[in-house]
């Protein structure tokens, strides 16, 4: 069982840059590949970015690449996403999934635990 807790989130204008911050429960989070996905009202949940076990092979949509960074830090049980450069359009409720799989997956079915969310909001 891995519990995520994500935190960060808040109101930023455009162009502007947020850090969230997703920490996991539990001593096996190295076990874990995470990804971070979002959603917007009205909308199915999206992948945004994926990042291997031991914090290699970052993995983004095309909509974030270049903006965003997924980073992890297993001494502190904590996968961060750096988002810079955002747009109206990434306005969301940002999710943090933990899969136990090695190969690299997009969707949210393939993932086994979740954080319950943050809100990200950019104003133009």
């Known amino acids: 069982q891995v519990q995520l807790v994500e935190s960060g989130g808040g109101l930023v204008q455009a162009g502007g840059s947020l850090r969230l911050s997703c920490a996991a429960s539990g001593r096996t989070f190295s076990s874990y590949a995470m990804g971070w996905f979002r959603q917007a009202p009205g909308k199915e949940r999206e992948f945004v970015a994926r990042?291997?076990?031991?914090?290699?092979?970052?993995y983004y949509a095309d909509s974030v690449k270049g903006r965003f960074t997924i980073s992890r830090d297993n001494t502190k049980n904590t996968v961060y996403l750096h988002m810079n450069s955002l747009k109206t359009e990434d306005k969301a409720v940002y999710y943090c999934?933990?899969?136990?799989?090695?190969?690299?997956?997009?969707?949210?079915?393939?993932?086994?635990?979740w954080g319950q969310g943050t809100q990200n909001t950019v104003s133009s």
């Open positions: 999934a933990a899969d136990r799989n090695i190969v690299v997956v997009t969707t949210p079915l393939g993932y086994d635990y």
């Open positions: 990042i291997s076990r031991s914090g290699g092979n970052p």
